[in-house]
């Protein structure tokens, strides 16, 4: 590539492409400044609805909303250039009807210029996710540990392990024929990741899958130490910068508590200093 030529966002459809190639890499993200820092490193950023446990401190994601989705959603948006976004469709926005799906789906589409949006859930889906791929809205599916369902799945466990493992792949054969361009597998056990990622044509995204996966994607907050409520096993931290900060808010405290800060850099004299 030229040093002018700029290198353009992938589309959903070059994602799918992706298959069986080099790993797609993934995080997600809620503002604009996290946005611009993991733009070049990623091919696609996700605005997912854990925005709401990880910057709201709500205690799952199903509080939240459209509104907050868009607003996080246009934030991202300003933050990237080269990376495909995609926005979590929320609890409650696409799951009683395909024409309530993609009222909502477009509208997230629309208002925050997301490439694509992700839905939750396998074969019940199906139809919904072929509804909104025939008219214009580019679906990533999410199957295994799907946290909009704890209620129903009793919890945040590992999914398809032993029987349920037909019902996994029956999920993702389902979602790939109904027009899914990917499909996100969390907390599956590796050896069935590596099965669904060879049984499909699509890419799959691991969260707690596989190295075998065709890409991976982390919650941008635990992998960089942000937030620190609970660390699943299959975070891995990159990063401390929550001590780091809690750190520098002590610093600054003790400082300020001493009248160390603002030291002289930091104050203005009554008078301009003259130019030379
Ligand atoms: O909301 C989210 O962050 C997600 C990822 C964990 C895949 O859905």
Do not use: W
């Not at 933050?79 to 009683?96: C, H, Q, R, W």
């Not at 072929?130 to 599916?141: D, E, K, S, T, W």
């Not at 032993?162 to 029956?170: I, K, R, Y």
Request: aromatic content about 6%; hydrophobic content about 45%.
């Amino acid at each position: 590539m030229s040093a002018t030529a700029k290198k353009k966002a992938p589309m959903p459809d070059d994602i799918r492409a992706r298959k069986g190639g080099e790993p797609l890499v993934s995080l997600t993200a809620y503002t604009t400044q996290m946005a611009e820092l993991m733009d070049a490193h990623c091919d696609f950023v996700l605005v997912g609805d854990s925005v709401g446990m990880v910057l709201h401190g709500l205690p799952s994601t199903l509080g939240v909303t459209m509104e907050m989705m868009i607003l996080h959603g246009q934030a991202v948006a300003r933050g990237l250039k080269t990376a495909m976004m995609v926005v979590d469709m929320p609890f409650g926005s696409y799951e009683e009807s395909p024409e309530q799906a993609f009222r909502n789906g477009a509208r997230l589409m629309a208002e925050t210029g997301a490439a694509a949006v992700k839905l939750e859930g396998g074969r019940h889906m199906a139809e919904t996710i072929a509804f909104l791929v025939a008219r214009g809205v580019p679906v990533m599916a999410h199957i295994g540990l799907t946290p909009q369902s704890i209620n129903t799945l009793g919890g945040y466990k590992v999914q398809g392990r032993g029987d349920a493992a037909a019902e996994l792949m029956a999920d993702a054969q389902a979602v790939a024929d109904a027009g899914a361009f990917s499909v996100v597998l969390e907390k599956v056990p590796a050896n069935l990741a590596d099965e669904v990622t060879a049984a499909l044509a699509i890419p799959t995204i691991g969260i707690g899958a596989s190295a075998g996966c065709d890409g991976q994607i982390l919650v941008v907050d635990d992998m960089i130490g942000m937030f620190t409520a609970f660390k699943a096993k299959f975070v891995k931290r990159y990063a401390n910068l929550g001590e780091q900060a809690e750190a520098a808010f002590a610093d600054y405290a003790r400082e300020v508590r001493a009248r160390e800060f603002p030291a002289a850099e930091h104050i203005f004299a009554d008078q301009a200093p003259e130019k030379k």
